[in-house]
């Protein structure tokens, strides 16, 4: 099985609220991923996550905030968002940091109002 | 600067009209070229990892391949069902990031 789950599915939330994305997977990988893609662009990384130990910020501003509180668990906690942060996010895992593939979660699109 | 470059940007095929899709390379020290299928919404879908010059993977109506210098996806047939964004990502050096392409749009017609 090679199932990467998201909630939620969509998320729509105003600029003061306070939002948590979920990921998670029983595949044993021990890498896990946030990345941002906005319409007709590729994925871009935000953090990496390697045995739960936070390996990769591409200085993501600090109104995300990742957490990863076991091996199969993945969090991004959403405070302040601005209209431009609305994208799909998607959570990503793979054996260890590389070289191997990544399988992807369905994503949570979110929309900031 | 590592770069990876996907041609072409958007290919519009009638169905049985084999074709291929480009990407190329420019990274130090290649050490995975993986490609993906993107339906519109959705998460990118895993399809073949190469690893190095004259690998060759192949799944149903696709085949990768790899060079030096660039990978090729090709498409055998194809169906309506084909149709979708095709990706292209790099791991190189001694970095964890993937390096993503911008995508091959496919569209198959009946």
């Known amino acids: 099985d090679t199932e990467v789950t998201q909630t939620p599915k969509h998320l729509v939330m105003g600029m003061t609220n306070k939002k948590s994305l979920k990921c998670e997977q029983h595949?044993?990988?021990?890498?896990m991923y946030w990345y941002k893609q906005k319409a007709k662009k590729p994925p871009e990384l935000m953090f990496v996550?390697?045995?739960?130990?936070?390996?990769i910020n591409e200085s993501v501003p600090s109104r995300f905030s990742p957490e990863c509180p076991n091996s199969s668990l993945l969090n991004l906690h959403l405070h302040a968002l601005q209209p431009e942060d609305s994208a799909l996010y998607l959570c990503?895992?793979?054996?260890?940091?590389?070289?191997?593939?990544?399988?992807f979660g369905p994503g949570t699109r979110l929309t900031v109002t | 600067e590592d770069q990876v470059t996907q041609s072409p940007e958007a290919l519009r095929l009638q169905e049985g009209e084999s074709s291929s899709l480009n990407c190329s390379y420019t990274v130090s020290g290649l050490r995975g070229l993986f490609w993906y299928r993107q339906d519109p919404g959705k998460g990118p879908e895993f399809l073949f990892t190469l690893y190095s010059a004259g690998e060759e993977k192949e799944k149903e109506r696709l085949k990768a391949t790899l060079t030096k210098k660039e990978s090729f996806l090709h498409i055998t047939a194809p169906k309506p069902e084909d149709s979708a964004t095709y990706l292209c990502?790099?791991?190189?050096?001694?970095?964890?990031?993937?390096?993503f392409g911008t995508g091959t749009r496919l569209q198959v017609f009946p």
């Open positions: 990503a895992s793979s054996l260890t940091t590389g070289p191997y593939e990544q399988y």
């Open positions: 990502a790099v791991q190189a050096g001694n970095t964890d990031k993937l390096i």
């Open positions: 996550y390697s045995y739960e130990k936070l390996s």
């Open positions: 595949m044993g990988h021990r890498a």
